[in-house]
C-alpha cells in the first residue's frame, strides 16, 4: 500500500535523523522491499527509497553494501533517462563519492 510505504519512508527518515540508523535503516529496507514487491522498485518513488536506504549504509559505514545498492539504481537511471541526464549523473556522484569513502 502506498500510504504505508510513505509512512514507512517517513518514519525512517525521523529515525535517521535523531541518530537511530538501525532503525532507520530496518525501515528503509522495508520500504525498498515494498516498491520491489509491488512490482515498483524501478520507480521513482522506489529509487529515491533505494538511494535513502544507501545514504544510510554509508553512515552506517556499510560502504560495500551501499555501493552495490547505488549501482543497482545507476544502471536502471542509465536505461531508463541514458547517461547524461541530470538524474543519472547524481547518482554517479553518489556512487563515485561511496567509492572514494572505499578507498
Sequence with gaps: DPQTLGAKA????VAKRVGRL???RALQEEVVDGYESHGEGESDQGLL???NLASTLVELDQLDDAGRLVRSVLHVRRHA???D???TREVQE???SIEA???
Excluded: F
Aim: glycine content about 4%.
Design 22 to 24: 538501525q532503525e532507520a
Design 81 to 83: 533517462l541514458g547517461p
Design 101 to 103: 569513502r572505499s578507498e
Design 94 to 96: 553518489v556512487l563515485a
Design 85 to 87: 541526464d541530470p538524474k
Design 49 to 51: 527509497a533505494a538511494l
Design 10 to 13: 517517513w518514519s525512517a527518515s
